[in-house]
């Protein structure tokens, strides 16, 4: 009977600490943790791949999040949630309870950033817009261009016109190399496809002509209906053995000594970019060309057209095309210099 009593006395110490137990368990889940805040009304920190729950939680509170790691790792455990923590950039404001902690990190809700690579512009300008987005992580600092491909597993020689302009969100803190290579990947998919798909007439030797001539229709569109004609017109040219002429090619030539003034003895003089003294494509894309331009480029329409001016100040951003010298003549008269 005594040995009884002695068992239920001892069950009962065990239930009050069970209970006690978990009621100091829920009091630590469910209250608010303390954050350092600076200027920001949040703290931001980063989960690295293969860390554990206690090493996420030793990160949090390096970062300024006031969470006792060794009480949060029991929290993990107990829930069963301590082998699901997602690596990547999280941000956490006032108010935060552990759990809520927990349930973001084993769902992934990783904070986000963007960068917008945009039609048109150069290679030279994309790295210029990585290099100054602060929530990077700048793995690229001091490399080389071609050192660049060759990180991403880019066998090209020369980068550009090999990244695909598009909206890219990323985890905070991610590699400047990750953008790279993904934009480097979605033109590759993209072109491949379009190459796939282009009609057959085409002058172009291989794909990378195509992306060559994209470049350029990408550079001279002033106005996107006229995207197709400006396509039309470079590619009777280039079938025809005409020189391209086309200022932008002779402007990337000139690189950083381009002033915004392009001169009359710009055109005159030779690179391997100036298409007024050389024939056929530059050896290289100028710019980095959208879709738009890619399908251009590669199913142009059927035109007879082998010049075309765009039209000057007052004009809607579109193009006059001719079929003939004499047209195109009057034309750059009328719309250029006023006379018409």
């Known amino acids: 009977m005594r040995y009884i009593k002695s ?65 949060f790792a029991l929290l993990g455990r107990v829930s069963g949630r301590d082998r699901t923590i997602k690596a990547g950039s999280y941000e956490v404001g006032v108010g935060v309870t552990a759990w809520q902690l927990l349930e973001k990190l084993t769902a992934g809700d990783v904070t986000q950033s963007e960068v917008v690579i945009v039609e048109g512009k150069t290679f030279r300008d994309l790295r210029t817009k990585l290099d100054a987005h602060p929530d990077l992580r700048h793995d690229s600092t001091g490399l080389t261009d071609r050192e660049i491909l060759h ?63 994209a470049s350029i229709v990408e ?64 050896p290289t894309p100028i710019s980095l060309p959208g879709m738009a331009s890619i399908q251009a480029a590669l199913n142009p329409p059927a035109t007879d057209y082998l010049y075309f001016v765009a039209k000057g100040k007052g004009g809607d951003g579109t193009s006059v095309f001719s079929r003939t010298l004499e047209e195109h003549n009057r034309a750059v008269d009328k719309y250029q210099r006023g006379r018409g």
């Open 7 to 71: 068992l239920l006395v001892l069950l009962g110490f065990c239930l009050l600490a069970v209970l006690a137990f978990a009621g100091w368990l829920a009091w630590v889940a469910s209250a608010a943790v303390p954050l350092k805040l600076n200027e920001q009304s949040y703290v931001d920190f980063e989960i690295r791949p293969g860390l554990g729950l206690k090493g996420a939680a030793q990160a949090m509170a390096e970062a300024g999040v006031g969470v006792v790691p060794w009480q």
């Open 219 to 282: 550079k001279e569109t002033g106005h996107p209906a006229d995207r197709g004609k400006v396509a039309s017109v470079f590619v009777n040219r280039l079938k025809r053995g005409m020189l391209l002429q086309t200022d932008p090619t002779v402007i990337y030539g000139l690189g950083e000594r381009f002033d915004g003034n392009l001169r009359k003895i710009d055109l005159l003089t030779d690179t391997p970019y100036n298409t007024y003294t050389r024939a056929g494509l530059p």
């Open 151 to 213: 990180r991403i597993g880019a066998p090209a020689h020369h980068p550009e016109g090999r990244f695909f302009p598009d909206t890219y969100l990323f985890a905070r803190q991610s590699s400047d190399l990750a953008i790279y290579r993904r934009a480097y990947q979605a033109m590759q998919r993209r072109l491949a496809a379009a190459w796939e798909n282009r009609d057959p007439s085409v002058p172009y030797r291989n794909i990378d002509e195509a992306l060559i001539m």
